[in-house]
């Protein structure tokens, strides 16, 4: 009988190997999916986000490397003396990511990619798909669509090639359910692709989110489909991907992507720490950044909100990723780019908006708190749509009633339950009762239990506070304005543009070594909060007074410490150092309002005018019809009575 690896003495065998290799022990679920493959059955995986996925690939690479070094570790075994995993990849991030992974392994790694490709033949004038045959490379990283390639599918008729194949491994393989039936078919083709690879090369799928699902949606299924494993020959490696010690929350979003302003996130303007903001598009990621941007007053390079995703240059996403690592507290708004594979240990909060389900949801919050020391109470909070949240019941009952609709309720499900830590364990079929790890490092710090209390907005419902209105800011709701001072929307279409004009007009004046934005010098919410104050506060004679200086002669104060004046500076100094033309472009649109009031007026009486000269006209005419009715009533009583008159006469006539 052959030896196996997945015995006693095979697993004994990878943990010293592992341990005097790395100097770490690997965990149980580590063991499971290695000495399998080192047995050459293929794997699906599921484990919890941070429990060290990316160890099955270098740690089969050690292994099979002190196994070709090494024959008297295990005489029995006979593998490849140079061996070689493809590890398919969603991102370009992941990729960097889990090549350097590899470097601190000693395991020299090939990332293939569009960029990459490109860089080798334009700098080193050579074929990357070339470079891969080479025995220097010990991992070949790419996407599923280098994989599909033309180009690859050479490499894999390459007999030589083909002898050094230890494995495709798929890193979240989640995705392939959520982009491969969309807009990546080539998720969908890796079982066929898969067929290619030599005999026997174990096929290696692992995730932190894949449910069973119904009948009807089923994640796992559709991933063992498009895999090509078949029920009872492939090994699955289940482990509870719950994080009891993150706090999670479910709330709704009131507003959505359509909106300008989203006051149900104003809380993250005093929010510390580092903080990872997940949205659904780009447009829509840069919206909320340019809303919260603009409620910032003097915001600073440090302070601001930053964007990760793909339009940005690699340099930019490089930097964000860095001040993410390194900076005590961030706010970025990323895309689905950022959703895996990076390992920054010490983000405090993740917020997920409108997650596709609650994989979606799960995978994105596994960035929060991956060092459980550095951040002891991550906190997860998943803002869904406001039907979602309210309709819930709705989308479950329609689910059940039309199942060819393949209706995902996960989240719906979620939105209900009372407790969600105890719903996310029931939705992945964990078992809060795990038997624990048997490693070193988990003996010492052991996975936290079920929380006793549980912390999830369910079993201590929050309390968040109201946002304010988004339709339009207080001083200009809540104050009754005078219809001489009142600012129509139209008028404030033209207020803005002015306004805009004023902005780079001002940018204009700022040195080349600041800065700052457009949006940091004047927000469209400040814009608007001015124009709100131009009804009251700044109204016309306000102003005209600020500019003769009337209010400098009687307070003895420079012009940009006046109240009235702080109220549309505060502490931006951009602003500061350009008061008079602010003041000037005031004075001139309370001069365009007053034209429009004015304009306005005057249409108002004309028609005024108009409309009592056409009631006196139709009141008139009114009294002619009714003065001619009364003639012609009269004139037919005449000639009825003058009728009468003629017939007695001819009656007499007769009777003489």
């Given at each position: 009988?052959?030896?196996?690896f997945?015995?006693?003495?095979?697993?004994?065998l990878?943990?010293?190997?592992?341990?005097?290799?790395?100097?770490?022990?690997p965990?149980?679920?580590?063991l499971?999916?290695?000495?399998?493959v080192?047995?050459?059955?293929h794997?699906?995986?599921?484990?919890?986000?941070?429990?060290?996925?990316?160890?099955?690939?270098?740690?089969?690479?050690?292994?099979?490397r002190?196994?070709?070094?090494?024959?008297?570790?295990?005489?029995?075994?006979?593998?490849?003396?140079?061996?070689v995993?493809t590890?398919?990849?969603p991102?370009?991030?992941?990729?960097?990511?889990?090549?350097?992974?590899?470097?601190r392994?000693?395991?020299?790694t090939?990332?293939?990619?569009?960029?990459?490709?490109?860089k080798?033949k334009?700098?080193q004038?050579?074929d990357?798909?070339?470079?891969?045959?080479?025995?220097?490379?010990?991992?070949?990283l790419?996407?599923?669509?280098?994989?599909?390639?033309?180009?690859?599918?050479h490499?894999l008729?390459?007999?030589a090639?083909?002898?050094?194949?230890?494995?495709?491994?798929?890193d979240?393989?989640?995705?392939m359910?959520v982009?491969?039936p969309g807009f990546?078919t080539?998720?969908?083709?890796?079982?066929h692709?898969?067929?290619r690879?030599s005999?026997g090369?174990?096929?290696v799928?692992?995730?932190?989110?894949?449910?069973?699902?119904?009948?009807?949606?089923?994640?796992?299924n559709?991933?063992?489909?498009?895999?090509g494993?078949?029920a009872?020959?492939?090994h699955?490696?289940?482990r509870?991907?719950a994080?009891?010690e993150?706090?999670?929350s479910?709330r709704?979003?009131?507003?959505?992507?359509?909106?300008?302003?989203?006051p149900?996130l104003?809380?993250?303007?005093?929010?510390?720490?580092?903080i990872?903001?997940f949205?659904?598009?780009?447009?829509?990621?840069?919206?909320?950044?340019?809303?919260?941007?603009?409620?910032?007053?003097?915001?600073?390079?440090?302070?601001?909100p930053?964007?990760y995703?793909?339009?940005?240059t690699?340099?930019?996403?490089r930097e964000?990723?860095?001040?993410?690592?390194?900076?005590?507290?961030?706010?970025?708004?990323?895309?689905?780019?950022l959703s895996?594979?990076i390992?920054?240990?010490d983000?405090?909060?993740v917020?997920?908006?409108?997650p596709?389900?609650?994989?979606?949801?799960v995978q994105?919050g596994?960035?929060?708190?991956?060092?459980?020391?550095?951040?002891p109470?991550?906190?997860?909070i998943?803002?869904?749509?406001?039907?979602?949240?309210?309709?819930a019941?709705?989308?479950?009952?329609?689910a059940?009633?039309?199942?060819?609709?393949?209706?995902?309720?996960?989240?719906?499900?979620?939105?209900?339950?009372?407790?969600?830590?105890?719903?996310?364990?029931?939705?992945y079929?964990?078992?809060?009762?795990?038997?624990?790890?048997?490693?070193?490092s988990?003996r010492?710090?052991?996975?936290?239990?079920?929380?006793?209390?549980?912390?999830?907005?369910?079993c201590q419902p929050?309390?968040?506070?109201?946002?304010?209105?988004?339709?339009q800011?207080?001083?200009?709701?809540t104050?009754?304005?005078?219809?001489k001072?009142?600012i129509?929307?139209?008028?404030?279409e033209?207020?803005?543009?002015?306004?805009e004009?004023l902005?780079?007009?001002?940018?204009?004046?700022?040195?080349?070594?600041?800065?700052?934005?457009?949006?940091?010098?004047?927000s469209?919410q400040t814009?608007?909060?001015?124009l709100?104050?131009?009804?009251t506060?700044?109204?016309?004679?306000t102003?005209?007074?600020?500019i003769?200086?009337?209010?400098?002669?009687?307070?003895?104060?420079?012009?940009?410490?006046?109240h009235?004046?702080?109220?549309?500076?505060?502490?931006?100094?951009h602003?500061?150092?350009a008061?008079t033309?602010?003041?000037?472009?005031?004075?001139?649109?309370?001069?365009?309002?007053?034209d429009i009031?004015?304009?306005?007026?005057?249409?108002?009486n004309?028609?005024?005018?108009l409309?009592?000269?056409?009631?006196k006209?139709?009141?008139?005419?009114?009294i002619?019809?009714?003065a001619t009715?009364?003639?012609?009533?009269?004139?037919?009583?005449?000639?009825?009575?003058?009728g009468i008159?003629?017939?007695?006469s001819?009656?007499c006539?007769?009777?003489?």
């Open positions: 009988m052959a030896f196996q997945s015995s006693p003495e095979g697993r004994s990878c943990s010293r190997i592992i341990q005097d290799k790395t100097e770490q022990e965990h149980d679920h580590q499971d999916v290695i000495t399998r080192l047995d050459r059955k794997v699906l995986a599921v484990t919890y986000t941070g429990s060290g996925k990316s160890g099955y690939i270098y740690m089969v690479i050690i292994v099979l002190a196994l070709a070094s090494d024959p008297s570790l295990c005489p029995q075994y006979k593998g490849p003396q140079n061996p995993i590890v398919i990849c991102t370009n991030a992941l990729e960097d990511d889990l090549e350097a992974k590899m470097h392994y000693s395991i020299p090939l990332v293939i990619s569009k960029e990459r490709r490109e080798m334009n700098e004038h050579k990357i798909f070339r470079e891969a045959k080479s025995t220097s490379y010990s991992v070949l790419m996407t599923p669509e280098m994989l599909a390639s033309n180009a690859f599918g490499l008729e390459d007999p090639f083909a002898r050094r194949e230890a494995a495709l491994m798929v979240e393989a989640h995705l359910w982009w491969g990546r080539e998720y969908t083709q890796i079982g692709i898969h067929s690879f005999k090369c174990p096929l799928a692992f995730t932190a989110t894949l449910r069973s699902g119904t009948a009807e949606v089923s994640p796992r559709a991933v063992c489909r498009f895999l494993l078949q009872g020959h492939f699955f490696v289940h509870s991907n994080r009891y993150m706090k999670i479910v709704p979003l009131h507003q959505s992507r359509q909106s300008d302003r989203f149900d104003d809380w993250l303007l005093h929010a510390k720490g580092k990872l903001v949205c659904s598009s780009i447009k829509w990621g840069s919206k909320i950044a340019f809303y919260l941007l603009g409620k910032q007053s003097g915001a600073t390079m440090a302070s601001r930053r964007t995703h793909r339009l940005h690699d340099e930019y996403n964000t990723l860095e001040l993410l690592r390194t900076s005590s507290s961030l706010l970025v708004i990323a895309t689905d780019t895996v594979g390992d920054i240990p983000i405090d909060l917020i997920v908006i409108h596709t389900d609650l994989d979606d949801a994105k596994g960035r929060a708190g991956r060092d459980s020391i550095a951040v109470s991550p906190h997860l998943i803002y869904l749509p406001n039907k979602t949240y309210t309709e019941s709705a989308i479950i009952a329609e059940e009633e039309s199942p060819h609709k393949r209706i995902d309720t996960s989240l719906p499900q979620l939105a209900l339950a009372a407790c969600k830590v105890a719903n996310i364990d029931e939705q079929e964990n078992d809060p009762d795990e038997q624990p790890c048997s490693c070193s988990c010492t710090r052991p996975r936290h239990p079920f929380p006793s209390p549980c912390t999830c907005s369910g929050e309390v968040v506070d109201a946002p304010a209105s988004s339709a800011p207080a001083t200009a709701s104050q009754k304005i005078p219809a001072k009142r129509s929307a139209s008028m404030r033209i207020g803005r543009k002015e306004l004009g902005r780079w007009d001002i940018a204009r004046g700022i040195t080349e070594d600041d800065d700052a934005p457009l949006i940091a010098i004047l469209p814009m608007d909060r001015w709100d104050l131009m009804q506060k700044l109204d016309s004679e102003v005209s007074a600020l003769s200086g009337e209010h400098l002669r009687e307070l003895d104060k420079p012009l940009e410490d006046i009235e004046i702080q109220l549309l500076i505060a502490d931006n100094r602003l500061r150092a008061c033309k602010i003041l000037s472009c005031l004075a001139k649109l309370h001069a365009i309002f007053h009031r004015e304009l306005a007026r005057v249409k108002r004309a028609q005024a005018r409309r009592r000269q056409t009631q006209a139709a009141k008139e005419a009114e002619a019809r009714a009715a009364q003639v012609q009533m009269e004139l037919h009583a005449i000639e009825e009575q003058a008159d003629n017939v007695e001819d009656d006539e007769e009777d003489v």
